[in-house]
């Protein structure tokens, strides 16, 4: 429990200057006054006390150019293309996961957001459109990518953290690679109240949230809480449902509605999103009227509860037939897997998902799954 006294006292005895110390001790008791579920931060110093954190390891990675404390690699994604993955080394993941673990799992995204927060699923997302007659589907293109640092600098500011602090917790989750090509967009520097921000955003190349840090899905989800709370009022006007998963963006509505008014309400979410800097993807952009297919998130929504799809069904079932049938090894060496652990992982990982939505099924396949012999 937090005790100015001890605070004072323990300062005192560490040899610190008096009025320093009881500056502090009454800046961490206005700060906890206001944010009693935050850990108050007042200096970057401060900050490596909490996290156990060299000062002067702190202050390179926020003074540096940073592309050298990530390691990237690319996977391919399945609308083809390949994803950047920026993996932090080791003591930026530590000091990434320390703000998440207490700084950024205390802030609450938007009700609408269905992603990177407890007790949020794919399931309950799909759930909240289901018997939909009409559904409207987006995508936010380069998501992560997109949040810029100054977005990021604005969740710490309305934490309630001072302008610098907040500006060295969004630098400390945010990366800025000279081989990005955002730079050549001027659109990436058109920020209206860029004069007003700290001094170095406005001498460095501003960094964005990288897909890859621990600390980037939930500081993307306190980013969109604003655009969120548009985007539902937009929903509530039209009398429509409206979450978002990451980056999937979903309307529907069980009543009656036309194509003219969902083309409407893309129309209005494509401003919205743009003010801050996101883009739709126009080719994953749908608007489904009744009689078409209901799938959100890959989920069947056409019914009380969301469902599996048949093809999912099917390619488990054929999985599961061809390794029972020929065993383990010669499957996965048939479908390209490098040992047959990665098939056994991949299979229960699709069984564990199947379980998320239909208990009685994946049962089923586990019990299968567990009939095969496996060389594990």
Known sequence: MWS?????EH???????AELVRS??????????????????????????????????????????RSNDYSYFRIRKRSGGHRQISVPEADLMWLQRWVSAHILSKLKPHRASYAFAPKASIVSCAKAHCEAR????????????????????????????????????ARLTT???????????????????????????????LGFLPQGAPSSPMLSNLVMRQIDAKLHAIALSAGLTYTRYSDDITFSTRGGFDRERARAVVSKTRR???????????????????????LVLGLLVDGSEPNLTRAFKDSLRQHLHYVCTFGPDAHAKRRGFDTVSSLYRHLLGLINYAKSVDEDYALRARTKLNSVQWSL
């Open 11 to 17: 300062g005192l005895t560490e040899g610190y200057d």
């Open 134 to 169: 009409w559904l409207i589907k987006l995508d936010i293109s380069g998501f992560f990518g997109s949040v810029s640092e100054i977005q990021v600098y604005r969740v710490f500011l309305a934490a309630g953290y001072a302008p610098m602090v907040a500006f060295q917790l």
């Open 24 to 65: 502090a001790a009454g800046q961490i008791d206005d700060f906890l006054e206001k944010h009693p579920d935050l850990p108050p931060i007042l200096t970057l110093g401060h900050l490596g006390k909490r996290t156990s954190l060299p000062y002067a390891r702190l202050r390179k990675l926020v003074s540096g150019l």
């Open 4 to 8: 100015p006294q001890r605070y004072i």
């Open 272 to 294: 919205i999103l743009a003010k801050e800097g996101f883009t739709l993807n126009s080719k994953k952009t749908r608007i489904v009227p009744p009689g078409g297919r209901k």
């Open 175 to 205: 990366h800025a690679p000279y081989f990005s090509m955002r730079y050549k967009r001027p659109e990436w520097r058109a920020v209206p109240d860029r004069a007003r921000l700290p001094y170095l955003f406005r001498t460095r190349l």
